[in-house]
T-cell receptor, first 110, second 113 residues
Framework: GDSVTQMEGPVTLSEEACLTINCTYTATGYPSLFWYVQYPGEGLQLLLKATKADDKGSNKGFEATYRKETTSFHLEKGSVQVSDSAVYFCALTGTYKYIFGTGTRLKVLA | DGGITQSPKYLFRKEGQNVTLSCEQNLNHDAMYWYRQDPGQGLRLIYYSQIVNDFQKGDIAEGYSVSREKKESFPLTVTSAQKNPTAFYLC????????????FGPGTRLLVL
């Protein structure tokens, strides 16, 4: 069945460091792909999305490219801030529901 | 402001008690969802509804029940049959189709006394 695999966390970075959080997927058909962010004690917020191969989603300095050949949707940011500390979830649209990864916790130190 | 509201923010359940979590949306979305989140795990789908008066079981529906009598409301009842209810519960909605973006509420944390 459809699945999403994210890199294990936590990821700890210094402020202004580069970020990559890996996400790979298996799916039948042509799913849409998403990154959501969750701050402590809150719900999930949509960070970015891509609906077809080679699409690049971007928001707040984060970006991810839908790579069908490598079945990947890695999240990247060139310079992280303390305020980016959160849990990041990769997700894809299955037949009738979303499939979520287990989440990657990011901690950014000042 | 359009959005999804969940209440209460914290809920305490006694042994053998049923409790109901509220979810309301004013986005005019057709589809609504309930997820359960446990520490260090992803989200697991409990129930979903694609239209008023219709809902379907998700992956972990046992011990839970829902209703969808109004488009804007999708309450979740955690019954006494759910033996391990302590978790963070998230409600979401989307305009409709399976590929649509889902928008999430702020969540309800359920604790057992």
């Amino acid at each position: 069945g459809d699945s999403v695999t994210q890199m294990e966390g936590p990821v700890t970075l210094s402020e202004e460091a580069c970020l990559t959080i890996n996400c790979t997927y298996t799916a039948t058909g042509y799913p849409s792909l998403f990154w959501y962010v969750q701050y402590p004690g809150e719900g999930l917020q949509l960070l970015l999305k891509a609906t077809k191969a080679d699409d690049k989603g971007s928001n707040k300095g984060f970006e991810a490219t839908y790579r069908k050949e490598t079945t990947s949707f890695h999240l990247e940011k060139g310079s992280v801030q303390v305020s980016d500390s959160a849990v990041y979830f990769c997700a894809l649209t299955g037949t009738y529901k979303y499939i979520f990864g287990t989440g990657t916790r990011l901690k950014v130190l000042a | 402001d359009g959005g999804i509201t969940q209440s209460p923010k914290y809920l305490f359940r006694k042994e053998g008690q049923n409790v109901t979590l509220s979810c309301e949306q004013n986005l005019n979305h057709d589809a609504m969802y309930w997820y359960r989140q446990d520490p260090g795990q992803g989200l697991r789908l409990i129930y979903y509804s694609q239209i008023v008066n219709d809902f379907q079981k998700g992956d972990i529906a046992e011990g839970y029940s829902v209703s969808r009598e109004k488009k804007e409301s999708f309450p979740l009842t955690v019954t006494s049959a759910q033996k391990n209810p302590t978790a963070f519960y998230l409600c979401a909605s989307s305009p409709g189709g399976a590929k649509e973006t889902q928008y999430f509420g702020p969540g309800t944390r359920l604790l057992v006394l």
